[in-house]
């Protein structure tokens, strides 16, 4: 059983990366062997896993510009269960050196399905943008997890990434589905919060997560610490959240 997913919503700041990490946090303490791929180049999965992204030796650059495989690049064991394929800025270069390449949406899908056997889950942390990188995790992944804030604006850009899996499922990747959508930044306080998830669930037909990961102090705190939550404050509503989230995903 391999579940390759893919965390994506076009929209920043919505808490993507942060669910990206501490998803696969908390998937490795439950004993699940898990590879997290940062394809994000801004590498805040790659630090906020407590890897250091200047100082890596190779990253996902090195798997797309075709100069290393896979198993170059993985870093191991960098919690207990939990491998990174770490990622810095010299990604962002990628989309040009991509220009002409035959087959260039399924690179990182090549070299992942050489190791994907090795591991339970494999979580990939999208760029907030529909471009190649996303692509190339659209059809590594078997589905896609849509983070949302509870704020106003949250179906904004919504339908344009459903419209982009759909094209992806069509062209390239007919296995891809939406895995579900996981609320977050959600605060019991304001009624907006409440009102805002109850309004995607009226308008839209898609698997939604139970769990809501509420906004948190220490979950902001963690990743400049390079710890996910569950190690930076194990008994902090928002380490509580994520593994409540990771035992839905291990359920479904």
Same mark, same amino acid.
């Given at each position: 059983m391999d579940r390759i997913i893919a965390i994506a919503n076009q929209k920043g700041g919505v808490g993507k990366t942060t669910t990206a990490i501490n998803l696969s946090a908390c998937l490795a303490e439950k004993g699940k062997k898990v590879l997290a791929i940062d394809m994000d180049p801004q590498g805040n999965m790659t630090s906020g896993l407590g890897v250091d992204k200047d100082q890596v030796e190779y990253t996902v650059y090195d798997l797309i510009i075709g100069e290393k495989g896979i198993d170059d690049v993985i870093c191991r064991d960098v919690l207990d269960h939990l491998d990174v394929l770490p990622t810095n800025i010299n990604l962002s270069a990628a989309e040009i050196e991509l220009i002409g390449i035959e087959n260039k949406e399924y690179i990182i899908r090549n070299e992942v399905h050489k190791i994907k056997d090795q591991y339970d889950f494999i979580i990939i942390d999208c760029p907030p943008s529909l471009n190649m990188l996303t692509i190339n995790a659209m059809t590594t992944a078997n589905t896609v997890l849509v983070p949302i804030q509870c704020e106003h604006h949250a179906l904004e850009g919504l339908s344009q990434l459903i419209h982009t899996i759909e094209l992806v499922k069509e062209r390239?990747?007919?296995?891809?589905?939406?895995?579900? =959508? !996981?609320?977050?930044?959600? @605060?019991?306080?304001?009624?907006?919060?409440?009102? =805002? !998830?109850?309004?995607?669930? @009226?308008?839209?037909?898609?698997?939604?997560?139970?769990?809501?990961?509420?906004?948190?102090i220490r979950l902001a705190e963690a990743p400049s610490y390079g710890m996910p939550i569950n190690l930076y404050d194990s008994r902090s509503t928002g380490a509580e959240s994520y593994r409540l989230l990771a035992e839905e995903v291990i359920q479904k």
């Open positions: 390239l990747n007919p296995e891809l589905k939406l895995e579900g =959508v !996981v609320f977050t930044m959600y @605060d019991a306080r304001t009624n907006l919060s409440l009102q =805002v !998830v109850e309004n995607v669930k @009226d308008n839209l037909h898609q698997s939604i997560y139970k769990t809501i990961i509420p906004r948190n």
